[in-house]
């Protein structure tokens, strides 16, 4: 333990990321026995809160709180955490971040969404007064999509972004990219003084901040030109994949069963099978049985393969089938030896195929079943691709908004201190102008970035194949089509 906070207290605690010691550590010294336990998976995060050494340790680590569409650091959004990521620090770290805030609903990504919001109306009230959110602001909760599928079956689909409505393409990872750049800051902060720690890291989350703020302009560009052409993309494959379920009227019920699950995920989840189905070795067991019992009971043979090698053999049709397209599709140059090899391999492929075709049945329940979860999936992304559109062109319609009253705002900081002295005044005034002309000029740069079609520039290696070069100098030439932000 190093110092304290009387000897060394924060020259900006409180008014900067970490909220003020007092409340802070006055709220967490009454759980300071507390369990937290997941019902999930076996994550190290609610592990950790019980395992993790932290004798003699001040804090064992930092919890943090920043904006998932643009992974800036919210202002008191920043907490020591002193056995791990427990409940008790990261609701006032996330109540901190949210409280001044004056919004209609909230999203909310996190790793242990779905334990973290167990409880949290019931806790928030345990907190200062002043951190509490009002009851009519909407929360939802989320799993960053990287650690989505580590949770357990019935968790996932709840709690994906990808079938979240109004989140678009926002893959909740925003935290963790951020952590890889401030981890390289705790070695160094590992002997200070709690103040000192406190104005080190908070130094480094404001140019963290700084640097995400100037470059909004190129980062909201690249993102806008990426989404609009895959948006059109995922809406005709949508289109066509609804075309095709006009004549049975499967997608009425389909689009029923998907909205009624979106306002109550209590009803049955259109994104998972309800249907057992038997692995691929339980069949063969199952079908050897069968084999075994008939063999045994003398009743004779129609074909010289029996089921489980008929199944067999179909799979590796199957394979074979993979192959040959991988094969095709990423080979870069193929001498006259491997293509006539290739088409050798694709001919025997056929005839083995035509002994493995046959008519499937109509109103097969597993076939319904599985198309029905890649129509709602097809559906999901087609949704968050045209939110994406929508966030990205009304992200940059408020950013435009906002440099200008930030212009004014310094503007207006320029008069009213002739109580300093001229050469202090004079200061004040410049810096605030300083401050405005920035504003002005971030306005001006991202205008013209946004209003102006753009050519990708992209590096052709020496060492890429010729095909590959031919697919980078095609990209290298396509020019993003100019969009009309309202």
Not at 87 to 92: A, K, P, R, S, W
Request: proline share 5%; glycine share 6%; charged share 25%.
């Amino acid at each position: 333990m190093r110092s304290s906070l009387k000897k060394d207290p924060g020259l900006h605690t409180g008014f900067a990321y970490f909220p003020e010691d007092a409340p802070y550590q006055k709220h967490i010294l009454k759980y300071a026995t507390q369990k937290d336990i997941s019902t999930c998976s076996g994550f190290k995060t609610l592990a950790n809160a019980e395992t993790q050494f932290s004798a003699g340790l001040r804090s064992t680590g930092v919890g943090m709180c920043l904006c998932a569409r643009h992974e800036i650091i919210r202002p008191g959004g920043v907490g020591d955490l002193q056995k791990g990521e427990r409940y008790c620090n990261m609701d006032f770290v996330l109540l901190s971040a949210l409280a001044p805030l004056l919004v209609a609903s909230v999203f909310i990504s996190y790793d242990i969404a779905c334990q973290f919001k167990l409880g949290f109306e019931t806790r928030m009230p345990k907190l200062p007064k002043g951190l509490h959110i009002p009851p009519d602001v909407q929360l939802d909760w989320g799993i960053p999509k990287c650690h989505c599928p580590m949770h357990k079956v019935p968790c996932q689909a709840p709690h994906s972004l990808n079938f979240k409505p109004g989140v678009g393409r926002t893959d909740g990872e925003g935290i963790e990219r951020s952590w890889a750049e401030m981890n390289r800051v705790a070695n160094s902060t590992k002997e200070m003084g709690p103040g000192s720690r406190h104005d080190t890291l908070d130094d480094h989350f404001e140019h963290h901040n700084f640097r995400k703020y100037v470059s909004l302009g190129r980062t909201l560009h690249s993102r806008l030109t990426l989404a609009i052409p895959e948006q059109k993309r995922q809406q005709a494959i949508f289109d066509d994949f609804c075309s095709s379920l006009k004549e049975n009227g499967l997608e009425d019920k389909w689009l029923k069963m998907v909205l009624e699950w979106e306002k109550d995920p209590k009803k049955p989840n259109p994104y998972i099978s309800v249907v057992t189905h038997a692995s691929q070795t339980e069949v063969k067991k199952q079908l050897l049985e069968e084999e075994k019992r008939a063999v045994t009971a003398g009743v004779p043979q129609l074909h010289d393969t029996g089921p489980t090698g008929f199944i067999s053999m179909g799979l590796v049709v199957e394979e074979s089938q993979r192959r040959i397209i991988w094969d095709s599709r990423h080979s870069a140059e193929l001498t006259t030896n491997q293509d006539n090899e290739l088409q050798r391999r694709r001919l025997l492929l056929l005839r083995h195929v035509k002994q493995f075709r046959a008519v499937g049945d109509d109103d097969d329940a597993v076939l319904h079943e599985a198309v029905r979860i890649e129509w709602a999936k097809a559906r999901a992304r087609c949704l968050r691709w045209t939110e994406e559109v929508h966030l990205l062109k009304e992200e940059m319609r408020r950013v435009r908004k906002t440099l200008e009253w930030k212009a004014s705002w310094w503007d207006a900081r320029q008069p009213g201190w002739q109580a300093l002295d001229k050469p202090m005044g004079e200061g004040v005034r410049a810096y605030a102008s300083r401050q405005a002309s920035i504003q002005r000029a971030l306005h001006a740069q991202f205008t013209r970035l946004w209003d102006t079609p753009w050519t990708p520039i992209l590096f052709i290696s020496k060492a890429m194949t010729s095909k590959w070069r031919n697919k980078w100098e095609i990209r290298k030439t396509i020019r993003a089509p100019k969009w009309e932000i309202v």
